[in-house]
């Protein structure tokens, strides 16, 4: 039996008298919830408002299919105000920590005393009011956690394919020097017996020198097939001429552009006696080349990437400055580009867009946001899946588009994608949290607007920005939370 003294425990029903409490008592209901019992399961209808008695609960909410834990509840806490006062389900579940005792007051009894008790409604108001800001910090927290999940992914994802093509490019380096090393060992000893004068030497020089400056590590522009035939020619004219290891010497010739004509250079300089060392040293010259082009060209890949990832993070810059809203959508795409192998791309930028003032770093979370929910949307959902996005200026505002062709948002859902938690997808699937955090900072921290436009095979997220900065600021300004009216996800 609930009695005063446990009920009193909770500022709830400070300023209520004992014949006030006594009937909430009368109308209210005792619930037990074992150790361990689920107990307020998250996405189910809620009927009361609760207060914690004796024991101890858990509240946790389902993020990306783990259990994040939001806060623990302890004997006069209460809790269910939010989702009753929104008409909306329980936004996360409680489990007991220990054997626990709830009081439960009927929703139609707890709407009265809003009304006939002002301290009571006070109460509520304050601590929903301190529950949502909560809320809405873990919210931005977790999104920029989300943030930067995708970026790290992104970034190791584009990072793999020239860090492991340096690496074999390494391996085969060492090989091919110390071909270099015993070629140039044999041609040495030949030119110390005799074999090779100085003249030939330096004319073989110069045949490398001429192959080298006309390798670009490319078949120049020949088919398969033809690439296929020039590497048979040329193994058969190594072959019909006793050179060992025909075959290994063909591929690096062949990839140089050297045809058999070159190669018959060679043997009008040294010989058909020197023949096989003068190749082996020419082919161990051009694959060291080819090489050294192939580490090149994979760290310059590795720097262009990072030079990215700075430019999408805004890394050492001010957090409000000027911004050129297409290089922020291609820096995202770039950031999303192992998502989007499979998806088709459209941009349909306005070339003439002038740069705004923003802060660049949060604007990329949005685009992140709407991109990635984008991707689930059409993935595994239309056969030809595709994005575009659509960059235009209207009158002081510039409009970023992100539209797709997935199955779309129903109508009744619209108007709800916006609120911190709320996802069309399945439970655990989704965060809620991208399109909540996007809502604020679009327009909390820039003023704008954020809408959604779907039908089946269209959706389209908008965003207008005013070109002037947000609150009319043209200089930069230090960056703070984010506080607006809270807008979920999709």
């Known amino acids: 039996m609930t009695t005063l003294e446990e009920l009193r425990r909770s500022p709830l029903f400070d300023g209520l008298t004992d014949e006030q409490l006594r009937r909430v008592i009368e109308e209210g209901s005792e619930v037990r919830v074992s150790r361990g019992e689920l107990y307020a399961r998250e996405g189910e209808p809620i009927e009361h408002l609760y207060v914690v008695l004796d024991g101890e609960l858990r509240i946790t909410k389902l993020v990306d299919g783990r259990e994040m834990v939001i806060n623990n509840y302890t004997p006069g806490v209460f809790f269910g105000e939010v989702p009753l006062l929104a008409g909306t389900p329980f936004l996360a579940s409680g489990r007991a920590l220990e054997d626990?005792?709830?009081?439960?007051?009927?929703?139609?009894?707890?709407?009265?005393?809003?009304?006939?008790?002002?301290?009571?409604?006070?109460?509520?108001?304050?601590?929903?009011?301190?529950?949502?800001?909560?809320?809405?910090?873990?919210?931005?927290?977790?999104?920029?956690?989300?943030?930067?999940?995708?970026?790290?992914?992104?970034?190791?994802?584009?990072?793999?394919?020239?860090?492991?093509?340096?690496?074999?490019?390494?391996?085969?380096?060492?090989?091919?020097?110390?071909?270099?090393?015993?070629?140039?060992?044999?041609?040495?000893?030949?030119?110390?017996?005799?074999?090779?004068?100085?003249?030939?030497?330096?004319?073989?020089?110069?045949?490398?020198?001429?192959?080298?400056?006309?390798?670009?590590?490319?078949?120049?522009?020949?088919?398969?097939?033809?690439?296929?035939?020039r590497e048979e020619n040329l193994s058969r004219w190594l072959e019909e001429r006793g050179v060992e290891d025909a075959w290994d010497l063909t591929s690096t010739f062949a990839q140089a552009g050297l045809e058999v004509p070159e190669l018959e250079l060679v043997i009008d300089v040294v010989g058909r006696d020197c023949l096989g060392e003068a190749l082996g040293y020419l082919e161990a010259v051009l694959a060291v080349a080819g090489l050294v082009e192939e580490v090149e060209a994979s760290t310059t890949r590795v720097s262009a990437l990072v030079e990215t990832m700075k430019a999408y993070s805004h890394m050492d810059q001010a957090p409000l400055q000027e911004v050129q809203i297409n290089d922020e959508l291609d820096n995202t795409l770039e950031v999303l580009a192992y998502e989007l192998e499979e998806v088709e791309m459209v941009r349909k930028y306005?070339?003439?867009?002038?740069?705004?003032?923003?802060?660049?770093g949060e604007l990329n979370q949005v685009w992140t946001a709407l991109i990635d929910n984008a991707i689930d949307a059409v993935k595994g959902e239309v056969d030809q899946p595709r994005i575009t996005l659509r960059t235009a200026c209207e009158g002081d505002r510039v409009l970023v588009e992100v539209a797709d062709n997935g199955p779309g948002v129903a109508e009744e859902l619209?108007?709800?994608?916006?609120?911190?938690?709320?996802?069309?997808?399945?439970?655990?699937?989704?965060?809620?949290?991208?399109?909540?955090?996007?809502?604020?900072?679009?327009?909390?921290?820039?003023?704008?607007?954020?809408?959604?436009?779907?039908?089946?095979?269209?959706?389209?997220?908008?965003?207008?920005?005013?070109?002037?900065?947000?609150?009319?600021?043209?200089?930069?300004?230090?960056?703070?939370?984010?506080?607006?009216?809270?807008?979920?996800?999709?």
């Open 100 to 229: 626990s005792r709830l009081f439960a007051i009927p929703e139609k009894v707890f709407r009265r005393m809003l009304t006939d008790h002002p301290t009571f409604g006070d109460t509520v108001l304050e601590t929903m009011a301190q529950r949502v800001q909560i809320l809405q910090s873990i919210a931005q927290e977790r999104e920029r956690l989300n943030s930067l999940g995708t970026l790290a992914a992104g970034l190791a994802h584009e990072l793999n394919n020239p860090a492991a093509a340096s690496l074999r490019a390494a391996g085969r380096l060492r090989e091919c020097f110390e071909r270099l090393r015993t070629t140039g060992m044999k041609i040495s000893r030949s030119a110390a017996a005799g074999s090779l004068g100085p003249e030939q030497l330096d004319d073989l020089d110069r045949i490398a020198a001429g192959a080298l400056g006309s390798m670009d590590g490319t078949p120049d522009g020949l088919s398969p097939l033809q690439a296929a035939d």
């Open 350 to 360: 306005d070339d003439d867009l002038p740069r705004i003032t923003a802060y660049g």
């Open 414 to 490: 619209q108007a709800r994608v916006f609120e911190p938690y709320f996802t069309t997808k399945g439970v655990g699937a989704g965060s809620g949290l991208g399109l909540d955090v996007s809502y604020r900072i679009v327009v909390g921290r820039h003023g704008g607007d954020i809408r959604v436009v779907s039908r089946p095979g269209d959706t389209r997220f908008q965003v207008r920005l005013p070109m002037e900065g947000p609150a009319g600021q043209s200089e930069p300004a230090a960056g703070g939370s984010v506080e607006a009216a809270s807008g979920g996800g999709r």
